[in-house]
């Protein structure tokens, strides 16, 4: 069969399922034209879910009639000047719009500032028509009607028309935050309008725009560089968490990008403060030399590679990392929220006011001797004494009622204006209410102390080896060269952590022990596991996971238990060594261990303001 060339209709239509593989797809490469066009307000019109028709309007610059012939050719580009190693654009390839003209009816009118009339143009399944002249103001009016009507084969593979909707309206989410200066509206006969009002060069705001109100009450700024590579954007605390990861929107140098190196250190970052099942919500922003990143990955442009990803990935976690030890102890406005909200008053909540974690002494948490949990001795073997027992309640006194039990009052005007202020009850032998200069704090005891005893397992986790046990056979894996590699790179690490091997010929490695917290454990299962980790995102953190959920079930039944009545002066040394700790503003399980309320909160519900 001899080799041809291919029709230029036939090859946009092969190039459109690439850049074009939906409605949402052509909505993305439209909008950034005009966003490359200078434009600061666009809108966006569909129908029958963007397959129908799709209107994109815009008052950029506009086109010339020459530009409008070329712009429908493939391969025309008025934005590549520097190479493709200093891309600044967001378009660059020039198949966008021939693409989408092999596979639908498209119209183009345009018309510069400076020029009398715009010009028009059509292209109806690959075929283009002559440019004509048209009334049209400055700027650019694209429209795309009946949508892979020339390839019915990738019609019949679209979802319905409202899924085909959504995903249209979450490409606008993600454009409008990376471009807060432009005005977005998109509307149709298929959706409710959604305006994203320009916010200038206030970011926050636009991003409340898209995600919520609560995301700027519940965030917290970021701003950290590293060998040339800037991060900025916005942290959610980790209680500040949702089901999933459609709240997780990463930029690099302007550009929305859907990347697993930037997916995966967002998750290592939170690894330690949110809990399996749950996502962080955040807004990252990777400014970097345009050399450093390849954007040309794929036609769509949402994929990148970083040709050091080793330091964007430390960043990125070291960043997150640092900013949550420093503010990250804030209880969510959400559970405040909530509790305002159960009460029958019908009146609104006031807004949130931060609070900075001051440096506070701290003593141990401690109680009384009592019978020491049979989990405890093994606990204790390993990291020491970390695991305090829970006393009963033996010492209380005889005429407390069972629901409440409140101490006598002591001077506490010293202690008050610490951040989680001086306890001055205990309500249903579970929820310790302290007050502070502005209000209260309800704190619930065993998730706070289930907390600080976790950090305690988590620093003996770090800061020593670990017990192994040793197999009496020890067992072989059998893996492939390359993943054998890997992990005796690896292996040092992991010996800290009670696992230890060592290389068994070209294609195998052999298990001589395990962590002893793990107890019987799939040796084989588990390197094998290792080893596809190590080789998709170059970490050994799976044994790190089960080690520190292992801790966290010892904490959670080492913790002071609901129901255990606690002296004022314990809940006090409660309170400020929940200050004194990172991630104390919630449980292991992503429960938060306080809620607070302004006293603004109290007098509302009062009807008093």
Same mark, same amino acid.
């Not at 040309?296 to 430390?314: E, M, T, W, Y």
């Not at 989990?375 to 409440?404: H, K, N, Y």
């Not at 080690?547 to 309170?575: I, K, W």
């Given at each position: 069969?001899?080799?041809?060339?291919?029709?230029?209709?036939?090859?946009?239509?092969?190039?459109?399922?690439?850049?074009?593989?939906?409605?949402?797809?052509?909505?993305?490469?439209?909008?950034?034209?005009?966003?490359?066009?200078?434009?600061?307000?666009?809108?966006?019109?569909?129908?029958?879910?963007?397959?129908?028709?799709?209107?994109?309007?815009?008052?950029?610059?506009?086109? #010339?009639?020459?530009?409008?012939?070329?712009?429908?050719?493939?391969?025309?580009?008025?934005?590549?000047?520097?190479?493709?190693?200093?891309?600044?654009?967001?378009?660059?390839?020039?198949?966008?719009?021939?693409?989408?003209?092999?596979?639908?009816?498209?119209?183009?009118?345009?018309? #510069?500032?400076?020029?009398?009339?715009?010009?028009?143009?059509?292209?109806?399944?690959?075929?283009?028509?002559?440019?004509?002249?048209?009334?049209?103001?400055?700027?650019?009016?694209?429209?795309?009607?009946?949508?892979?009507?020339?390839?019915?084969?990738?019609?019949?593979?679209?979802?319905?028309?409202?899924?085909?909707?959504?995903?249209?309206?979450?490409?606008?989410?993600?454009?409008?935050?990376?471009?807060?200066?432009?005005?977005?509206?998109?509307?149709?006969?298929?959706?409710?309008?959604?305006?994203?009002?320009?916010?200038?060069?206030?970011?926050?705001?636009?991003?409340?725009?898209?995600?919520?109100?609560?995301?700027?009450?519940?965030?917290?700024?970021?701003?950290?560089?590293?060998?040339?590579?800037?991060?900025?954007?916005?942290?959610?605390?980790?209680?500040?968490?949702?089901?999933?990861?459609?709240?997780?929107?990463?930029?690099?140098?302007?550009?929305?990008?859907?990347?697993?190196?930037? #997916?995966?250190?967002?998750?290592?970052?939170?690894?330690?403060?949110?809990?399996?099942?749950?996502?962080?919500?955040?807004?990252?922003?990777?400014?970097?030399?345009?050399?450093?990143?390849?954007?040309?990955?794929?036609?769509?442009?949402?994929?990148?590679?970083?040709?050091?990803?080793?330091?964007?990935?430390?960043?990125?976690?070291?960043?997150?990392?640092?900013?949550?030890?420093?503010?990250?102890?804030?209880?969510?406005?959400?559970?405040?929220?909530?509790?305002?909200?159960?009460?029958? #008053?019908?009146?609104?909540?006031?807004?949130?006011?931060?609070?900075?974690?001051?440096?506070?002494?701290?003593?141990?948490?401690?109680?009384?001797?009592?019978?020491?949990?049979?989990?405890?001795?093994?606990?204790?073997?390993?990291?020491?004494?970390?695991?305090?027992?829970?006393?009963?309640?033996?010492?209380?006194?005889?005429?407390?009622?069972?629901?409440?039990?409140?101490?006598?009052?002591?001077?506490?005007?010293?202690?008050?204006?610490?951040?989680?202020?001086?306890?001055?009850?205990?309500?249903?032998?579970?929820?310790?209410?302290?007050?502070?200069?502005?209000?209260?704090?309800?704190?619930?005891?065993?998730?706070?102390?289930?907390?600080?005893?976790f950090e305690d397992m988590r620093r003996a986790l770090r800061d020593r080896d670990l017990p192994a046990q040793a197999l009496l056979i020890p067992e072989i894996a059998d893996l492939p060269e390359e993943d054998c590699d890997r992990l005796m790179a690896h292996a040092d690490e992991l010996h800290k952590l009670g696992l230890s091997y060592e290389r068994f010929g070209p294609g195998a490695i052999m298990i001589r022990e395990t962590p002893a917290m793990l107890g019987e454990v799939d040796a084989v299962g588990m390197i094998k596991e290792l080893a596809d980790e190590i080789a998709e995102w170059d970490t050994s953190a799976t044994l790190n996971s089960r080690l520190e959920h292992v801790a966290a079930t010892m904490a959670c039944h080492g913790s002071v238990r609901s129901g255990r009545r606690l002296r004022v002066e314990e809940m006090n040394a409660l309170l400020r060594q929940m200050e004194a700790t990172p991630g104390s503003g919630q449980c292991n399980h992503g429960r938060p261990t306080y809620i607070r309320l302004k006293l603004s909160d109290i007098e509302r519900l009062f009807?008093?303001?």
């Amino acid at each position: 069969m001899p080799i041809k060339l291919l029709p230029e209709t036939l090859i946009n239509q092969i190039a459109a399922g690439e850049v074009i593989e939906r409605p949402a797809s052509a909505v993305k490469e439209l909008v950034e034209n005009a966003i490359d066009a200078g434009a600061n307000r666009i809108e966006i019109a569909t129908a029958g879910g963007g397959k129908g028709l799709l209107r994109v309007i815009d008052n950029g610059g506009g086109m #010339t009639p020459d530009d409008l012939e070329l712009a429908v050719r493939r391969h025309c580009t008025s934005k590549l000047e520097r190479g493709l190693d200093d891309i600044r654009t967001l378009g660059f390839r020039g198949e966008a719009l021939p693409s989408i003209g092999s596979v639908a009816k498209l119209s183009i009118t345009s018309r #510069t500032k400076d020029a009398a009339n715009g010009s028009e143009i059509s292209v109806n399944g690959g075929r283009a028509t002559e440019i004509r002249p048209k009334a049209a103001n400055p700027g650019t009016v694209v429209e795309v009607r009946d949508l892979f009507f020339a390839t019915p084969a990738r019609l019949k593979f679209l979802k319905t028309e409202k899924a085909e909707a959504g995903a249209i309206t979450e490409t606008i989410r993600r454009m409008a935050i990376a471009f807060p200066h432009v005005r977005f509206v998109l509307s149709g006969t298929d959706r409710s309008t959604l305006e994203f009002p320009a916010t200038g060069d206030d970011r926050l705001a636009r991003i409340a725009q898209v995600i919520g109100k609560e995301f700027e009450e519940n965030a917290i700024a970021i701003d950290a560089e590293r060998e040339g590579i800037r991060l900025t954007g916005f942290a959610g605390l980790p209680v500040f968490n949702r089901g999933n990861s459609a709240h997780q929107f990463a930029y690099v140098n302007g550009r929305p990008v859907s990347d697993k190196l930037i #997916t995966s250190a967002l998750r290592g970052a939170y690894a330690e403060t949110v809990p399996s099942g749950r996502h962080p919500v955040a807004v990252l922003d990777l400014t970097l030399d345009p050399a450093l990143v390849d954007v040309n990955v794929h036609p769509a442009k949402s994929d990148v590679r970083f040709r050091d990803p080793g330091l964007v990935r430390g960043l990125i976690v070291g960043a997150i990392r640092q900013v949550l030890a420093a503010h990250g102890d804030r209880s969510s406005t959400t559970a405040a929220s909530a509790m305002m909200a159960a009460f029958s #008053t019908g009146y609104p909540p006031a807004p949130r006011q931060d609070w900075t974690p001051a440096a506070s002494p701290s003593r141990p948490f401690s109680f009384a001797p009592s019978r020491q949990p049979a989990f405890a001795e093994a606990a204790q073997s390993i990291f020491g004494e970390v695991v305090q027992p829970s006393a009963r309640s033996s010492e209380l006194r005889a005429d407390a009622p069972s629901g409440m039990r409140s101490e006598p009052t002591v001077p506490a005007e010293d202690i008050q204006s610490f951040p989680l202020g001086a306890a001055r009850t205990q309500v249903h032998e579970n929820y310790i209410i302290a007050q502070t200069d502005d209000g209260m704090v309800i704190v619930d005891q065993h998730a706070a102390h289930e907390r600080l005893v976790f950090e305690d397992m988590r620093r003996a986790l770090r800061d020593r080896d670990l017990p192994a046990q040793a197999l009496l056979i020890p067992e072989i894996a059998d893996l492939p060269e390359e993943d054998c590699d890997r992990l005796m790179a690896h292996a040092d690490e992991l010996h800290k952590l009670g696992l230890s091997y060592e290389r068994f010929g070209p294609g195998a490695i052999m298990i001589r022990e395990t962590p002893a917290m793990l107890g019987e454990v799939d040796a084989v299962g588990m390197i094998k596991e290792l080893a596809d980790e190590i080789a998709e995102w170059d970490t050994s953190a799976t044994l790190n996971s089960r080690l520190e959920h292992v801790a966290a079930t010892m904490a959670c039944h080492g913790s002071v238990r609901s129901g255990r009545r606690l002296r004022v002066e314990e809940m006090n040394a409660l309170l400020r060594q929940m200050e004194a700790t990172p991630g104390s503003g919630q449980c292991n399980h992503g429960r938060p261990t306080y809620i607070r309320l302004k006293l603004s909160d109290i007098e509302r519900l009062f009807g008093r303001s």
